[in-house]
């Protein structure tokens, strides 16, 4: 196997630090930024930069059409299907682990690499996906659904490493993006109106409907479904005599069902669409921690595989708002067991 790498440049600082420590590993480099969607050309200059000052040469590959299909579309499928996706395990999966490794492939590179925060281990012919070692960056759960081809061509070079420790060597290596700050958004809904880019992008406006609470009491007009989210308190629009939450989403009647706080608790969750990287099938249940969002800590559960596709998890104390969509990915200490997307609930 050659020497020559692929390093995905987003133009931030985590992935230009990464290019830095390929080299220092002895990998020739070609510096990739995927042009995803149209207002990419300062990131695409702040790589370029990177690259030319590293010495290795840069090229864009513009993505657009695919990121159109493969992560827009889905992401409003899944808002119009009543759920609240996450749409960079779609990028990651379809785009970046899915059309750059194959480029890489065709272009006959041994190894992609990013700058995710995340580590890949070789166990008995088995890769396997584990947390970074600075578990405030960490970025697995993000990054489930790896296959072993996937997982066998990528390297993370940042897992071992910590923020702190990667802006002290963008700055000894006086990178333009130093001190560039992370992005927090989606990068095509740069304002966080989710329910507006749908809107916009689609050109049609969703249908009011009544708030109601669980003995179907009219408590007020919202303003298409897709403007709301499991657990959501804030921007109802509702003057109410106590905190209400949103615990349901009824396509049916078009309504937004209202509860306390307490009614966004369950136990159980199903998931589908599920990608398993430490085994190939769950054929007992097993104990795992779980998380049901990014930014959870992980929670002790039981998981049984009820089909090829399907997963159902028990978890030992009630999570808050367990929402449709959203990823759900298990553990063992520090190694990804694998996940999936959650389904729909019945409350």
């Keep these: 196997m050659n020497n020559k790498a692929i390093i995905a440049m987003s133009g931030g600082v985590d992935s230009s630090v990464a290019s830095f420590l390929m080299q220092e590993q002895g990998y020739e480099l070609l510096g990739v930024t995927l042009a995803l969607i149209d207002s990419d050309s ?4 702040d790589a370029k930069k990177v690259a030319d000052r590293l010495g290795f040469s840069h090229t ?75 578990h405030s960056k960490d970025q697995s759960y993000v990054l489930y659904s790896l296959s072993q081809k996937q997982l066998s061509y990528t390297k993370f070079p940042m897992g071992s490493m910590s923020k702190a420790e990667a802006r002290e060597i963008a ?42 609470d669980f003995d179907g009491n009219v408590l007020g007009t919202h303003k298409g479904l897709i403007h709301y989210t499991v657990g959501q308190r804030k921007g109802l629009g509702l003057a109410l005599p106590k905190p209400m939450y949103v615990c349901k ?66 978890f030992n104390e009630p999570q808050r708002a367990i929402t449709a969509g959203q990823a759900v990915v298990m553990y063992d200490g520090d190694t990804v067991i694998g996940g999936g997307t959650i389904c729909k609930r019945d409350l």
């Excluded at 300062?42 to 200059?45: A, H, T």
């Excluded at 041994?110 to 070692?133: D, M, V």
């Excluded at 993006?177 to 406006?205: H, M, P, W």
């Design 42 to 45: 300062q990131d695409i200059e």
């Design 60 to 134: 864009v590959l513009d993505f657009k059409d695919e990121f159109r299909k493969e992560v827009i579309t889905r992401f409003i499928n899944a808002y119009e299907n009543l759920e609240t996706p996450n749409p960079c395990v779609f990028c990651n999966r379809f785009i970046k682990f899915g059309k750059l490794v194959d480029y890489g492939i065709d272009m006959g590179y041994s190894h992609i690499a990013t700058g995710h925060y995340a580590q890949i281990e070789e166990h008995n012919g088995r890769y396997l996906l584990k947390k970074g070692k600075d």
């Design 171 to 212: 700055e000894e290596n006086n990178f333009i993006n130093a001190r560039k700050k992370d992005s927090q958004d989606i990068c095509f809904v740069r304002d966080g109106d989710y329910a507006g880019f749908i809107e916009r992008y689609l050109g049609k406006t969703y249908p009011r409907g009544p708030f109601v």
């Design 249 to 314: 989403l009824s396509g049916e009647d078009n309504s937004v069902i209202l509860g306390d706080n307490i009614d966004l608790f369950s136990t159980t969750l199903d998931a589908h669409d599920i990608n398993l990287i430490a085994t190939d099938k769950l054929n007992t249940q097993i104990r795992a921690e779980v998380k049901v969002r990014y930014s959870q800590k992980a929670q002790p559960a039981t998981v049984w595989q009820t089909d090829s596709d399907r997963l159902h998890i028990e």
